[in-house]
């Protein structure tokens, strides 16, 4: 089935003893034991597996073409899970340009268990010289956060397959919808279901997608289910909700953000442009081969300094000033103040999530932002 259609009914696995259309929440932790000590309704105890988890792991693993899937409690959560599933000495090939929350984990928590690097990952050369002996996953992030840089995951996922190293794709800004990594040859994906999955900013979640329910995803599992940081049965069945309408909501995202990006593509007080969907992006044929569309992610130079972009974000009336993305509402955010000082992202560097609002109210609000005296 088209993901339209799995988005709605994947989620629904079991008939519900009441006849319930929509599923209902099931907030038991535990779960009765028949005569030979068998759990007849599939789930033991809700850290472990519990309904709504499953109806939201089996939706996305549907959705992205895995084998099988786990929900966690945050997108940081669902990659630190990769991570701590790993043995300690392995070595990560990461982007330098990598979600600001994974490049902290990695240089503080896994200082000293794990060792890496951060190299610009559209060089493939760069790629493939930076293999050790010790090497075991690829991590990229396509299109990465927030200088929107887009890496070929098919070509990536080869090179990582002929060196038996795991391939892992970060791709909350693509949503399931717009791109497939698995499709394309990677191991395992994955998602902040806080941003596009959740889409109302109202849902802390992360998720992992695998292709194989090889000997790392026991790993990853055993994390999942013995850590513990997974997602509330409440959290699980709000964010099924949200799904049921994911692809429709990217269309609107897909179709106001490339009307935002050439809007602030022609402003004079705009220096440059970061949007996939523009045939001035560097890797914008890389993004049509592997994208079916270019969502509503985009970060943008504001002409002059820092204090001209600190103008720009403090004059927006519609758009909130705030951290995030993926939701209904548009969000701006200088994405430098956030990352703190030893943060590499361009100064004057605001990063947009145009949301469903109608597209003219929009880019009113970013014209009159961006009308200095
Ligand atoms: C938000 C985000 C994360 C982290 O997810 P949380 O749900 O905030 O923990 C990871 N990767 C990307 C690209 C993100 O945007």
Redesign the pocket.
């Given at each position: 089935m088209k993901p339209e259609t799995l988005a709605i009914h994947a989620s629904n696995l079991v008939k519900s003893a009441t006849g319930d259309v929509t599923p209902p929440i099931s907030l038991s932790t535990t779960f009765f034991r028949d005569e030979e000590g068998g759990y007849p309704g599939g789930h033991m105890y809700s850290r472990v597996s519990n309904p709504n988890r499953s109806a939201l792991e089996n939706t996305l693993a549907q959705l992205e073409y895995g084998e099988d899937a786990a929900a966690f409690s945050?997108?940081?959560t669902a990659?630190m899970s990769l991570f701590q599933a790993l043995k300690a000495g392995s070595h990560i090939i990461a982007p330098d340009d990598m979600?600001w929350?994974?490049k902290k984990q990695l240089l503080t928590i896994f200082e000293g268990i794990l060792t890496f690097d951060f190299i610009d990952q559209t060089d493939l050369n760069l790629v493939k010289a930076s293999i050790k002996p010790n090497t075991r996953l690829i991590w990229t992030?396509t299109p990465s956060?927030p200088l929107l840089k887009v890496t070929d995951i098919e070509a990536i996922a080869t090179i990582a397959k002929a060196n038996q190293i795991t391939m892992a794709c970060?791709s909350?800004?693509a949503s399931p919808i717009l791109q497939n990594p698995i499709r394309l040859g990677a191991d395992l994906v994955m998602h902040?279901s806080?941003?596009y999955l959740g889409g109302h900013s109202d849902i802390?979640?992360?998720i992992l997608v695998t292709a194989k329910k090889d000997e790392l995803w026991e790993r990853i599992k055993n994390v999942q289910q013995t850590g513990g940081a997974v997602p509330s049965p409440f959290d699980c069945y709000l964010l099924t909700r949200s799904i049921k309408t994911l692809a429709y909501r990217m269309k609107g995202h897909c179709e106001n953000g490339k009307k935002v990006a050439e809007y602030l593509n022609e402003h004079p007080q705009v220096e440059a442009v970061f949007y996939p969907g523009l045939e001035s992006h560097p890797q914008h044929e890389i993004a049509k081969k592997q994208m079916k569309d270019f969502g509503g992610m985009m970060s943008f130079l504001v002409k002059g300094d820092v204090e001209s972009a600190r103008k720009a974000v403090n004059k927006v009336k519609l758009f909130a000033q705030a951290t995030s993305?993926g939701g209904v509402e548009s969000l701006i955010e200088h994405r430098f103040s956030v990352e703190g000082p030893d943060s590499k992202t361009p100064k004057n560097l605001l990063r947009i999530s145009v949301g469903l609002e109608h597209v003219d109210d929009i880019i009113a609000d970013l014209a009159q932002a961006l009308a200095f005296s």
């Open positions: 945050s997108g940081n990659g979600y929350g994974f992030e956060n970060d909350t800004f902040s806080t941003k802390l979640g992360g993305l």
